[in-house]
Structure formats: C-alpha cells, structure tokens
C-alpha cells in the first residue's frame, strides 16, 4: 500500500509552508506530495485560506524535491483549456524527471468560480467537457512525434499545434479519475484512467463494486487500475497532540471520514480500508500547513506498521 501526503492548505497556506511540508514528506518516507486545486476553503465563510495555484506550487517543488510522486487531486478541468494543462503538466513533469501525476475531475465548487470570475456550467455539460478534456490530453501526449493532432469537439478544438507537449513519463504522467457518482466518474476512469479515486471512506465497497462492474461492461480489466482513497487524519502520540491534531480538521461531513487517534489506530483503519475497498494507495488528508511534525510521525510510526 502506497500512503501519501494530500494537502488541503488552510490558513498560513504560502509556497513556503508548502514546500516545507512536502520536504517533510518525502523526509518521512511516504511516497508522494499532493495538494488540492482550489480557490476558496472548503468553509466559503473561511476568509483566512490563502490561494495559490496548485500547478505554479508543483513546479516549484518539483526542482525542490528529489523522490515524491507529485500531484493534483483533483484538478478542476474548468479551471484550464486542455491544450494548456496538458502543456503545463509535460513541463512541471519534465522539471521533476518523471515523478508528475495528474488529478482531473468535472470541477464541483460553484462558490470559488463566481469569487474568481470563472465559468461554471450546469452538471451535464461540466462532464461534456471533461471527456473532451481527457480526449484531447492523451491525444496531445501520446500522438507520436511528426504525427499531428487535432480535435474537433462541441466544446473544444484543437488544431494541429505543431510540436506537441512532451512528457518524461511514457507513454505520459498516471492520470487519476475520481469521485462519488454512480456512472459518468466511474465510467471515464474505466476509459482514461491509471487510477481510479474512490474519494472518502463512507460507501467505499459499494463504489468499487460499482467501478468494477463498470470496467468489466466496458472491456477494462479493473486490476490494472490503481484503487486509492482519502482519508482526513489526526494522528498523535498523546491526547493532547491527538486533540490539537482534530482541531485543525474541517467540520461538518469530512470530519466524520477522518481517523482520529494513535498510529495504531491509523494502522487498523488502513487494513479496514483495503479489505473493504481493495485499496492500494491511501492520501493521508492533512490541513495545518505548519505542522510538519504531523506528517514525521506518520512516517516514522505508521509506514513500517504496514
């Protein structure tokens, strides 16, 4: 089981707290540094989160950083054309020597688009506009040199742009697909992805029974795509640091996923995951960007326990 690090940075969220913490991480031996793609917290009525970009952030630390795995989960796809995402995430890999992934979902938080001027059309046409977004992708990175590439959808279109972007990876960075809905997610992950999000612990079996059925219908053989979960954690060795841990997490629903205790409840709450899910990769979510003692002790105490 693959455990890392998912930042969703809160308050005090500058470049400089990031990149402390994913030092921290990949100090601490878990395999990779993910952030969230947002404008806003999650609490609309928060006015402390400070907004950075997540991809400007991982090309940063991917000339920081020497061994993490680095990512979005998830990338919003109305937040970027798809000719420049996929432009963006080539280079970001090529900075880190092939250790990029991409994250990308419809986009859900109507709030942070109205805040920052960015368009936000209804369900329907946001997953329209994610195949296309996900077609012209993987057409822009896998379509071999010398080959051209175009793409004319309702949505997008792409004409034949010459050289096209080139990944360290090949055939290109994993891409990770997720969420909670019952047939498009689960159907364009079957399609496009390397990983497949099951998002957070509540009904995790029941989605990927559903994820599976989904791959078998469509010809995709569901073992050769990664299952991953998030999972909000306050991990301590005292109650005290135990109870400082759980203040930093959100309230409302999240708050009732996270794991809240020692390493060895972290532990059995792992092995609950991979037996119900078929888990193999877990993102620890973590919100104090200062607190990188937090992700140490995860490392140090839960890591060798699996």
Known sequence: MKLRALLEP?????YDNILALARATEESGL????????????DPEDRTYQPTDSWATLAGLARETRRIRLGTLVTAGTFRAPGLLATTVAVVDAMSGGRVELGIGAGWYGEEHRAFG???????ERFDRLEEQLTIITGLWDTPDGQPFSF??????VSNPGVLPRTAQR?????????TGARRTPALAARFADEFN???PHGIRERRENF????EETGRDPSTVRKSVILPVACGTSPAEIKAREASLPAGPLRAEAVVGRPEDVLERLAELRHEGGVDTVYFHLYDTEDSDHVRLLGAEVLPGL
């Open 10 to 14: 809160c308050r005090a969220g500058s």
């Open 31 to 42: 395999d990779g540094f993910f952030r969230s793609d947002h404008l806003l917290g999650v």
């Open 118 to 124: 960015i368009g936000f059309p209804g369900t329907g």
């Open 152 to 157: 004319d959808g309702k949505h997008y279109q």
């Open 171 to 179: 055939p290109h960075p994993p891409l990770i697909i997720g969420g």
């Open 198 to 200: 099951l998002a957070f």
């Open 212 to 215: 599976d059925r989904i791959c």
